[in-house]
């Protein structure tokens, strides 16, 4: 589900043109990262990290777009959380790769 409230944010950025884009952001924004800071749940710096994950993946979709958050005056992903904490999210939601299965026949 939080994948889908971020595609419907950057929906309404594109088509809708909200007056407040930030407020709108803010008031959901740990709704988006839902997902992000439930893999860091024993992370001590989750919540930082979840929502530069969040504006990340939200930066990809507006620039899909020839968008940027400038155009919207919203945040820019944060480029001083460690990259090893982003990867970290990101191979921990990877599903694992099995082999599919052989016709032994």
Same mark, same amino acid.
């Given at each position: ?5 971020r595609l419907?944010?950057i929906?309404?950025?594109l088509?809708?043109?909200p ?5 709108l ?5 740990t709704?988006?990262?839902e ?5 860091l749940?024993a992370?001590?710096r989750r ?6 994950? $969040?504006?990340m993946?939200? %930066?990809?979709?507006? *620039?899909?777009?020839? @968008? ?6 919203? #945040?820019?992903?944060?480029s $001083?959380?460690p990259?090893e %904490?982003?990867?970290? *999210?990101?191979?921990? @939601?990877?599903p694992?790769t099995?082999?599919? #299965?052989?016709?032994r026949?």
């Amino acid at each position: 589900m939080p994948s889908q409230l971020r595609l419907l944010f950057i929906s309404l950025l594109l088509f809708c043109e909200p007056a407040d884009p930030l407020s709108l952001f803010e008031q959901f924004a740990t709704d988006m990262a839902e997902d992000f800071a439930h893999v860091l749940s024993a992370n001590s710096r989750r919540d930082v990290i979840a929502r530069n994950k $969040l504006l990340m993946s939200m %930066d990809k979709l507006l *620039i899909a777009h020839d @968008r940027c958050f400038a155009d919207f005056n919203l #945040p820019s992903p944060d480029s $001083l959380v460690p990259e090893e %904490d982003v990867r970290a *999210i990101s191979e921990t @939601r990877t599903p694992p790769t099995t082999s599919p #299965p052989t016709n032994r026949g």
